[in-house]
């Protein structure tokens, strides 16, 4: 295993009965990476990520993410990753210096890290107006950056984003993108999974799940070259055509 | 001709906690009869309560609205015999299997499966081999196609679709699309809203929507044919730092990725090109391309909600 690698899958698997959603993965993650996890609906990401993120217990394989092993150490590796999704989001009822105590509160940060936190993060997103007000009455675009902020408050080595921009307008997406581009600069490693092939375009890899197997892996303009197509729309559908399993 | 469907100056606002939101915000516009019409925009844009005012579901505070000729108001009994529509959120019994939601829906409207079985054909092939099976137990994509199924079976003069291509993947969107198409073909007038905007090119005409307004309404064509100004689109070896030297020239007016390009208008009018590929060399950009590009709906989009 190398030391440069953030995630380090091999072989990984996972049954539910007789079916096999993921089927004998194997890919690493480089520190610093932004790695896009593209497949169709039902091709086995999200099951991937669960086992990933240390929420589900794989069939067989092996895998070590922030350095943890999958099997002895999913609780280190929890402490160590972020995750956001569209559909996790934060407590709408609390406001955003509340959602901050609380998730840092959760991550075992102290009062004087969550305060610096707090005020570092509402005048990265100028958001200082807004501090103490509930998350509900803020615009969606706001919500998802907060979020990501937040899922970001302990300092993770990976931030796993599960379809982050989901319903978001196109400008915040681009301004959402930027935040990532910024995260892997300072050196997060961020696992993205999306709908947008625009936003495929972005990732410095990425993955094309199939029927529970990756199908294909490298760069986007490689996977381009390789497939003789304009893009990775192009690229993900001539791929994704090829799937029997259907499921969205 | 009459519009198939109408909306005279909507207004319908929430109470949200403390906080007045404005969900549509005076919207007129008609749909002519068998058109594919889309209502593209983000969540909020306001997209959902238009269709629930049409569908007769929400009464708006203020304004219009007809379908087929019919008010919605005072008219709705007639209306509901002929619209369909397919929510955002999957709303058919989830305890129920397919061909019982199926001769459900059919009973509703004194109807049967048989009776418009040309209209939903190519959908209900393929959720026959399940239809034994519970609605809740079917995969997103059979679910989606059991709702529209459901939603066609009384052969309605207006579909409506809230958000059909939500969070599906690029291939199943395609395929999607063919069927809306196929719809259209037999006569059906459709309104389907959706936040990826490279669909609005296959519709006929569209609504762009943000935060209750309509930004622009036209042929997808001719609202990209209204962008204002020179788009172009650039590479380089680093994406990253061409965005952040981009955006610190001052020539520059916005500039935003766009997959594997950046597009960029600059504020003059005919910014002459060689000099800002000189800058970006001086950069150190290697392999660097600028060149003209056509703007698509998205960049029309960030333009109007910059205006």
Request: charged share 25%; net charge negative.
């Amino acid at each position: 295993m190398s030391m440069e690698a953030a995630i380090s899958v091999s072989d990984l698997t996972k049954r539910f009965g007789d079916f096999t959603a993921v089927d004998g993965i194997t890919f690493d993650v480089k520190k610093g990476e932004i790695f896009g996890f593209l497949g169709a609906n039902g091709a086995g990401k999200t099951t991937a990520m669960r086992m990933l993120c240390g929420l589900s217990l794989p069939t067989s394989g092996q895998a070590n993410v922030a350095g943890f092993d999958l099997y002895k150490e999913p609780e280190k590796i929890k402490k160590n990753i972020g995750y956001m999704s569209q559909k996790f989001s934060l407590y709408g009822d609390l406001t955003i210096r509340e959602n901050n105590r609380f998730y840092g509160g959760i991550y075992g940060l102290t009062d004087q890290q969550i305060k610096e936190k707090t005020q570092f993060m509402l005048e990265h997103l100028h958001l200082e107006d807004q501090a103490d007000t509930l998350v509900r009455a803020l615009p969606l675009g706001w919500k998802q950056k907060l979020s990501f902020s937040v899922s970001m408050i302990h300092d993770p080595k990976i931030v796993f984003l599960d379809e982050p921009t989901g319903g978001v307008d196109p400008i915040t997406r681009r301004e959402f993108w930027s935040m990532i581009y910024e995260a892997a600069h300072s050196g997060t490693t961020v696992f993205v999974t999306t709908h947008y092939m625009d936003e495929a375009e972005y990732c410095d890899r990425v993955s094309i799940m199939v029927d529970g197997k990756i199908e294909a892996m490298d760069s986007p303009s490689a996977l381009s070259k390789q497939y003789n197509a304009k893009g990775m729309e192009e690229v993900f559908v001539q791929l994704a055509r090829k799937a029997i399993r259907s499921d969205n | 001709m009459e519009a198939s469907v109408r909306a005279q100056n909507i207004f319908k606002s929430f109470q949200s906690g403390k906080t007045k939101v404005e969900a549509l915000n005076d919207i007129s516009f008609e749909v002519e009869k068998g058109e594919l019409f889309g209502l593209i925009g983000p969540d909020g844009a306001g997209k959902t309560t238009l269709f629930r005012i049409f569908t007769t579901l929400m009464i708006a505070n203020k304004g219009n609205a007809w379908v087929d000729g019919l008010k919605v108001v005072s008219q709705y009994r007639e209306i509901r015999k002929r619209v369909g529509y397919m929510p955002g959120r999957f709303s058919l019994y989830q305890d129920l299997t397919v061909e019982e939601n199926l001769s459900f829906f059919a009973t509703l409207f004194d109807t049967t499966l048989e009776e418009n079985y040309d209209l939903v054909k190519d959908i209900y092939i393929q959720i026959e081999p399940f239809k034994k099976r519970r609605a809740g137990a079917l995969s997103g994509g059979m679910k989606q196609k059991l709702a529209l199924s459901c939603a066609l079976i009384h052969k309605p003069s207006v579909l409506f679709l809230d958000e059909p291509t939500t969070g599906v993947d690029a291939v199943s969107r395609q395929e999607f699309w063919e069927l809306l198409r196929n719809l259209q073909l037999q006569g059906i007038t459709i309104v389907v809203s959706t936040p990826y905007m490279d669909e609005a090119s296959l519709c006929d005409r569209v609504a762009l929507m943000q935060a209750g307004k309509i930004l622009d309404l036209d042929t997808p064509s001719g609202i990209t044919r209204k962008f204002s100004k020179t788009l172009w689109s650039a590479s380089s070896n680093d994406m990253y730092q061409l965005m952040n030297d981009l955006k610190a020239d001052e020539r520059v007016n916005t500039c935003y990725p766009f997959g594997q390009y950046h597009h960029i208008t600059f504020k003059g009018l005919n910014q002459e090109i060689q000099s800002i590929e000189k800058m970006l060399a001086e950069k150190g950009h290697v392999d660097l391309t600028i060149q003209k590009t056509e703007p698509t709906i998205e960049d029309c989009f960030m333009e109007l909600m910059n205006q």
